[in-house]
């Protein structure tokens, strides 16, 4: 009997990717999409203190509203995702995106902590609609160009995380936090709009089977590549780090001697976008065979950019010297393990891109939790090590890796 994923995939659909390409407009729409969307997870955040009050909850228990949108997304990444090798990717990714808006009306209306929380989930569930793009992102260019568009539309997925905090605390300041879901609603409609009208129709999709097929298949992938096992532990490693950064940075920032305010501190957001905007370029040196002098270039700078950032209550410069430097070294990283697990098994993008984002999804979570309870404990220089350290090891594991293959 053949193995799950003999069964879903037919080697001759495994060539079959548009030789034309992607076009520059096409691409930058996946971008804009990818910002979008992925924003709706992160909205939440500078608005937790409004939704409390507004709906009469405690303080300590609001943070749940998080907690619920990454729950969502995560469900989302191991069971909406893969289907993107199995149904039409077109009238897959404008279902998620009108869904969205609906999900994003109810948060929006919600009256109740329960309805809060269901819709909030629901959010972060069709969220992944991100995850279903960047496949199709590389289903669609050819060859040569796969590494560039996964870079430019990664980068629309960084700046949509960097920007949300931002956005999102700027219209509430001017019409409430209710609106910001009522705004990227009707932004997600049109965006649906305008991929109906300009993406071009899908291909035969890769896999064959039914769906449970496709579900195994994703597990077995975890086991079958090794080139998904190590960028998936890049990618743990690296939102760690990340992730150690954009969680507790707002407590030194606001805390005496510095005290800035919201809008303030969400400029460091804009100074990271910079950082990933020059990092997109990391694609063309992965297409020309690059990728993993890349790789180790940039966990370098990542290392190297905590030391800046330690000076904080010293120099506002410094610490928005190595955010860059970090945003940087992220989305370099991250836009190059997406090139070469797309490059592995262009048959199973969507799979593929699920499966990897679990390691993204792990590594964020659990440098939220470290960054929170270190700060209590040890503070900004304890925060700062946790990041370097964690950083360190990457680059050991990079190193480690160069030194067995050679």
């Known amino acids: 009997?053949?193995?799950?994923?003999?069964?879903?995939?037919?080697?001759?659909?495994?060539?079959?990717?548009?030789?034309?390409?992607?076009?520059?407009?096409?691409?930058?729409?996946?971008?804009?999409?990818?910002?979008?969307?992925?924003?709706?997870?992160?909205?939440?955040?500078?608005?937790?203190?409004?939704?409390?009050?507004s709906l009469g909850v405690s303080s300590g228990a609001i943070g749940v509203v998080v907690t619920a949108t990454q729950a969502g997304y995560a469900v989302g990444l191991l069971f909406i995702v893969p289907l993107g090798d199995l149904l039409d990717r077109k009238k897959l990714i404008i279902s998620q995106l009108?869904?969205?808006?609906?999900?994003?009306?109810?948060?929006?209306?919600?009256?109740?902590?329960?309805m809060l929380l269901a819709a909030m989930v629901l959010?972060?569930?069709?969220?992944?609609?991100?995850?279903?793009?960047?496949?199709?992102?590389?289903?669609?260019?050819?060859?040569?160009?796969?590494?560039?568009?996964?870079?430019?539309?990664?980068?629309?997925v960084v700046l949509g995380i960097l920007l949300a905090r931002f956005v999102s605390g700027v219209v509430a300041d001017v019409a409430g936090w209710r609106s910001v879901y009522f705004v990227s609603a009707m932004m997600m409609i049109g965006v649906a709009i305008m991929l109906s009208r300009t993406l071009p129709a899908s291909a035969k999709p890769p896999a064959q089977g039914n769906y449970w097929q496709l579900l195994r298949s994703v597990f077995q992938l975890f086991m079958t590549e090794r080139v998904?096992?190590?960028?998936?532990?890049?990618?743990?490693?690296?939102?760690?780090?990340?992730?150690?950064?954009?969680?507790?940075?707002?407590?030194?920032?606001s805390a005496p001697p510095l005290s800035l305010s919201h809008t303030q501190i969400g400029l460091f957001g804009l100074a990271g976008v910079a950082g990933a905007l020059a990092a997109a370029r990391a694609g063309r040196l992965a297409d020309r065979g690059l990728g993993n002098r890349t790789t180790g270039i940039a966990l370098a700078l990542l290392t190297l950019s905590w030391l800046p950032i330690a000076f904080v209550e010293r120099s506002l410069l410094a610490m928005a010297v190595g955010v860059v430097l970090l945003d940087f070294a992220v989305q370099a990283v991250q836009v190059t393990n997406q090139s070469l697990i797309f490059a592995a098994r262009p048959d199973a993008q969507s799979r593929l891109v699920g499966a990897y984002m679990c390691f993204y999804s792990m590594g964020s979570g659990l440098g939220a939790i470290a960054a929170t309870y270190t700060y209590a404990h040890l503070g900004w220089v304890g925060v700062c090590l946790l990041g370097a350290t964690i950083s360190a090891a990457a680059m050991a594991y990079w190193a480690w890796l160069e030194w067995a293959d050679a």
């Open 1 to 53: 009997m053949p193995c799950p994923t003999q069964t879903l995939l037919d080697p001759d659909d495994a060539a079959h990717t548009s030789s034309a390409g992607l076009s520059r407009l096409q691409t930058f729409l996946f971008a804009i999409t990818c910002a979008m969307a992925v924003a709706n997870v992160y909205f939440a955040q500078p608005l937790l203190e409004s939704m409390a009050v």
């Open 98 to 114: 009108l869904l969205s808006a609906v999900a994003l009306c109810a948060v929006g209306f919600a009256e109740s902590w329960g």
């Open 123 to 156: 959010v972060g569930l069709l969220a992944v609609v991100v995850q279903v793009v960047v496949a199709c992102t590389a289903s669609l260019a050819s060859p040569d160009q796969r590494g560039a568009a996964v870079g430019t539309v990664t980068s629309g």
């Open 228 to 253: 998904l096992r190590i960028r998936g532990m890049f990618a743990l490693l690296v939102f760690a780090a990340f992730s150690v950064l954009w969680t507790s940075m707002v407590l030194p920032l």
